[in-house]
């Protein structure tokens, strides 16, 4: 199973035209093939940032949920305890009500 | 729209609610353009007379593995300024080169044995370049693997720019093993050797474009791995506020 | 880590400044050998294990490899070079774990000098037990092999070799003894920084036990110098920031 077969393959499955034999010559379907694979690579390294990114900001976002529970669960301070590094953090821009625990 | 672009922003960072350039949104929308046109201007670009279509694989082939070399270069900077000043921002730069210059080698790999299968006959050799550049691959993967199993952040981030600064000899080393052993199959293409291949006006305006996109699209790719390791900052941050009172971390 | 005050000594007896200044560093480094060195011959640890494991590499060699090779200098250089490296990753292991496991490396970083001088007091310490490892390596393998790998001209390929291997070898050693899986790690850190070491190496130790020009292996040559000059500066500079705490 070389690289000129799995192309070939690959272009029978689809509606366009196969390469002819020209093109393998000529290193067209090469030039094809290593698109492909910087488009593949592109995607995944993307895709996978992405979601590593995701992941965070919906822990981000959960912390943030925990937090202002406990504040409605506290009798809360005059000034609140978490003031200074919520800003810095931008954690809290307002007070936000009460939500469901996400944790259970 | 404006909750969607409050969440993108979120990893940025708007200061005290002044909205910041968004460079990688910006570097999105010329990329859009840019793109389009390194495909038409690689379509146009006249065939080599020996490697025919194929010698197109060369504008990204080049593109990627220049950005390979400067991420590792960037790493080794961060190296040298983490050593200096045991400051947080430059193990963001580190950890960001690392893992970019990872990602490019492997583009430049993978469309380089793609041509080799043409134009040499085989995906792999071990020609002096094809050597270092392997070898440079897995000395950074190694770097990867001693980030990850080190659990303390300052730890972390010291043992990766001795590592970075370390490393980083294998750089020169690939980019000068064309010259050092000229036995190999890669050109020289730049300088002012005989052996230097020269490229014909409009191949050389081609190749300018596509490392222009190339570049592009690699600080766009920054941005974003910055703003991953912020948002982990963010976390970490978070955390250390919320269980302030008990016994955690 | 809290750092004591550095002791003067030689300000009391009346030394010049030069030499409060490097004379500590010096006796440091040395003092730090000379413990490797009388640690070593007591307990035989580190020896014991890498000499029988370097022995044990050639005797796998030997029997993993068809019966009657017809050119036996062609694997020999190769082979010696992975029984040296293997057991070189072996000692350099056990040169920081020991003294992690003792609790003796926060004394070791008590002293009264920089950070670089104990780096080259381990790192003499760990040339000293390779080589010696080494060159009792190189008869039994000439032995095992019926080849013999015994020529004078090897002794600075050999010298080169270990030298990086030394200073790499304790730099990384120093690194992996706080992560997590610290044995596991310093031969993934090790092999590849050596690699192009390992390939000078072997294939200038090819070209001498083959009799061919000097001239095949000036670059290999200047290739491993190159690279143990960058290794003795760098990791020096370096050494502090891996054993911060």
């Known amino acids: 199973m070389n690289l000129n077969s799995i192309l070939f393959f690959l272009a029978q499955t689809t509606t366009a035209p196969k390469p002819t034999s020209d093109q393998v010559e000529t290193g067209f379907v090469y030039v094809i093939a290593a698109f492909i694979a910087v488009w593949l690579l592109i995607a995944v390294y993307l895709f996978w940032l992405q979601r590593r990114q995701e992941s965070l900001r919906q822990e981000v976002e959960q912390l943030r949920q925990e937090e202002s529970e406990r504040l409605a669960a506290t009798p809360a301070p005059a000034t609140p305890q978490y003031t200074e590094l919520d800003q810095k953090l931008e954690v809290s821009g307002t007070v936000q009500a009460p939500q469901s625990n996400l944790r259970g | 729209m404006a909750t969607i672009t409050k969440r993108m922003d979120f990893g940025s960072g708007t200061a005290n609610g002044k909205r910041k350039l968004d460079w990688a949104k910006i570097l999105l929308w010329t990329m859009l353009v840019s793109f389009p046109v390194t495909l038409i201007f690689i379509l146009l670009a006249p065939s080599d007379y020996e490697l025919k279509y194929s010698q197109r694989i060369f504008y990204f082939h080049m593109p990627s593995n220049i950005l390979c070399l400067l991420s590792f270069t960037i790493y080794f900077i961060g190296g040298l300024g983490y050593w200096r000043t045991r400051k947080r921002s430059w193990d963001i730069l580190m950890i960001t080169g690392l893992e970019l210059g990872v990602f490019f080698s492997l583009i430049g790999i993978v469309t380089g044995s793609i041509w080799a299968r043409y134009a040499w006959g085989t995906f792999w050799t071990w020609d002096p370049r094809l050597t270092t550049v392997t070898i440079m691959l897995v000395v950074y993967l190694a770097g990867w693997m001693l980030r990850s199993s080190v659990e303390d952040p300052n730890r972390k981030a010291a043992l990766t720019a001795v590592f970075g600064i370390i490393g980083f000899i294998n750089v020169p080393l690939v980019y000068f093993s064309t010259r050092f052993f000229p036995a190999g199959l890669h050109p020289i293409v730049f300088g002012t050797n005989d052996k230097v291949v020269n490229l014909e006006g409009f191949m050389t305006l081609t190749l300018v474009i596509s490392i222009i996109t190339f570049s592009q699209f690699f600080v766009y790719l920054m941005i974003q791995r910055i703003r991953l390791e912020n948002l982990r900052d963010q976390v970490a941050g978070v955390r250390m506020a919320l269980y302030e009172d008990e016994d955690f971390v | ?231 003795l500066v760098v990791p020096a500079m370096l050494f502090e920031l891996v054993l911060e705490e």
Do not use: C, H
């Not at chain 3, 003894?177 to 044995?183: C, L, Y």
């Open chain 3, 1 to 231: 880590m809290a750092r004591i005050a550095k002791p003067d000594r030689q300000i009391e007896t009346g030394a010049t400044r030069d030499q409060t200044v490097l004379k500590p560093y010096f006796r440091v480094a040395w003092q730090v050998f000379l413990k490797d060195i009388r640690t070593e011959l007591r307990t035989k640890e580190i020896f014991s294990s890498m000499s029988v494991f370097s022995l044990l590499v050639v005797m796998v060699f030997v029997f993993a490899l068809p019966g009657k090779l017809k050119e036996a200098g062609d694997v020999a250089p190769g082979l010696l070079w992975i029984a040296f490296t293997f057991a070189g990753v072996l000692g350099l292991n056990r040169s920081f774990i020991n003294e992690k496991d003792r609790g003796s490396l926060e004394g070791l970083l008590l002293a009264p000098t920089e950070r670089s001088a104990i780096f080259y007091g381990k790192a003499l310490g760990n040339f000293t037990f390779i080589i010696v490892v080494e060159l009792l390596l190189a008869p039994i393998f000439s032995l095992l092999f019926n080849f013999s790998v015994l020529r004078v001209e090897l002794l600075p390929v050999l010298l080169l070799g270990t030298i990086g291997f030394a200073e790499i070898g304790t730099l990384f050693a120093a690194m992996a003894v706080n992560t997590r899986a610290r044995e596991v790690l310093l031969p993934v850190l090790f092999f590849p920084i050596m690699l192009p070491v390992i390939i000078a190496a072997s294939q200038s130790t090819a070209a001498i036990l083959t009799n061919r020009p000097f001239e095949e292996i000036s670059s290999a040559l200047g290739l491993m110098f190159f690279f143990d000059l960058i290794f």
